[in-house]
């Protein structure tokens, strides 16, 4: 009766589990790994803020700013003609 010897644990490597995560062993030592989706990743967080629209809120205040700005100078100007 022949049998075969059971593997190491340093060579059982990339046990698949429902498909999203498997575990590595190597010295006794398990470290999990987990597939990260498209999402996830550091890259598309970078990406994301170029392609996000930006806040309308700030474009409208220009305009706002601008008639303060002229309505001040107008105001200094007549009160400078006052004295």
Do not use: Q, W
């Amino acid at each position: 009766m022949t049998s075969a010897a059971p593997d190491p644990p340093s060579a059982s490597m990339g046990n698949s589990r429902n498909g999203s995560e498997y575990d590595t062993n190597i010295n006794n030592i398990t470290v999990r790994r987990t597939k990260l989706c498209r999402s996830e990743l550091a890259a598309n967080d970078i990406l994301r803020r170029y392609y996000v629209p930006r806040p309308r809120l700030l474009l409208r205040r220009v305009p706002v700013l601008r008639h303060c700005d002229a309505f001040v100078t107008s105001f200094t100007a007549a009160k400078f003609r006052a004295l």
